[in-house]
């Protein structure tokens, strides 16, 4: 599920990460206890306006600089065999797997 938030500090962009790693779906397979079983990719938006342009909103102000970056968490390649799933498990991991090639193409 994507969310879009404006955050202003360090410690709520840490807060954003945190809720989103809760809301990652994960369950146990036979090599991995949790196991991540999806996909997750966080991207942050950066805006800095220059100190002299404090009162000045983004929109007024002469100078902004902008950056983007993506992370990114894959959930993992699995091999069947090794990971002992079976029935919804099993085609998760399936469909994990088709993800993961199609990225790589």
Same mark, same amino acid.
């Given at each position: 599920?994507?969310?879009?938030?404006?955050?202003?500090?360090?410690?709520?962009?840490?807060?954003?990460?945190?809720?989103?790693?809760?809301?990652?779906?994960?369950?146990?397979?036979?090599?991995?206890? !949790? +196991?991540?079983?999806?996909? =997750?990719?966080?991207?942050?938006?950066?805006?800095?306006?220059?100190?002299?342009?404090?009162? *000045? @909103?983004?929109? !007024? +102000?002469?100078?902004?600089? =902008?950056?983007?970056?993506?992370?990114?968490?894959?959930?993992?390649?699995?091999?069947?065999? *090794? @990971?002992?799933? !079976?029935?919804?498990?099993?085609?998760?991991?399936?469909?994990?797997?088709?993800?993961?090639?199609?990225?790589?193409?």
């Amino acid at each position: 599920m994507a969310r879009k938030k404006t955050v202003r500090s360090p410690q709520e962009v840490m807060r954003c990460l945190e809720e989103g790693s809760h809301s990652r779906a994960t369950g146990s397979t036979k090599m991995n206890k !949790e +196991s991540s079983r999806s996909h =997750a990719i966080f991207t942050l938006w950066l805006t800095q306006v220059p100190k002299d342009n404090d009162e *000045k @909103t983004e929109e !007024e +102000s002469d100078e902004v600089l =902008a950056s983007k970056f993506h992370f990114v968490d894959l959930a993992g390649s699995e091999r069947i065999k *090794k @990971t002992g799933a !079976e029935g919804h498990r099993r085609k998760e991991g399936i469909q994990i797997n088709k993800g993961l090639f199609a990225l790589s193409q």
